[in-house]
């Protein structure tokens, strides 16, 4: 089945950095486009980054030039690089795939940006 385990999260100070992981299983990795989403207390899931199969990435306007994600098909994993840290990044980070007209989610990741 499929299972997607992130790791990475943690309290930082503003301008600070974090790297986010999401171990994948269960599906042919490399075949599949994997996205990071977040959602921070009291409002909706929201898309932070994607990235295909051919390592062409999408970011939201909010993180454009903060984010980086990356894919390391050996590993099976994804990750998401989190630089100049702002409060309003403050949120649980969700990584996800879309596998045979199903979505499926991580447990998420806390991240809490905090002086």
């Known amino acids: 089945q499929v299972q997607l385990v992130e790791s990475g999260g943690g309290l930082v100070q503003p301008g600070g950095s974090l790297r986010l992981s999401c171990a994948a299983s269960g599906f042919t990795f490399s075949s599949y486009a994997m996205s990071w989403y977040r959602q921070a207390p009291g409002k909706e899931r929201e898309l932070v980054a994607s990235?295909?199969?051919?390592?062409?990435?999408n970011y939201a306007e909010s993180v454009k030039g903060r984010f980086t994600i990356s894919r390391a098909n050996a590993k099976n994993t994804v990750y998401l690089q989190l630089n100049s840290l702002k409060a309003e990044d403050t949120a649980v980070y969700y990584c996800s795939v879309r596998y045979w007209l199903s979505t499926y989610w991580g447990q998420g990741t806390q991240v809490t940006v905090s002086s």
């Open positions: 990235i295909t199969t051919t390592s062409i990435t």
